[in-house]
């Protein structure tokens, strides 16, 4: 395997570094969803709100729907959605970083 040249340690430090920051990023949201698929997937049937008639932040029950399917009975933001959204982005970006890093 060849040896890098020193003009490229720069490019190779800073894709490093945003490998670094993506990979804590990307973990961090992984628990974050783990958590809330625990919530919302175990006998305790909760999904997180912001807002709404709750107040600030709040738990919301959810409920069986009429397909079968789980359906959310609160009002406000959806924050368990918006971590399930943000993780897949987020992946991407950890992807991104992987390619750069090799």
Known sequence: MPE????????????LKFYQIASVITGVMLLLLVTEMI???TPIHLELF???SGGFLWFAPVVEGVHG????????????MGILVAHGWFYV?????CFRVW
């Not at 720069?10 to 894709?15: D, E, F, T, V």
């Not at 970006?93 to 970083?97: G, M, P, R, S």
């Open 69 to 80: 399917g789980l359906e959310s009975t609160g009002n406000g933001l959806n924050l368990s």
């Open 50 to 52: 912001a807002g709404g």
């Open 4 to 15: 890098p040249k020193a003009a490229s340690f720069p490019a190779i430090r800073g894709a």
């Open 93 to 97: 970006v950890y992807l991104f970083a």
């Open 39 to 41: 919530l919302k997937y």
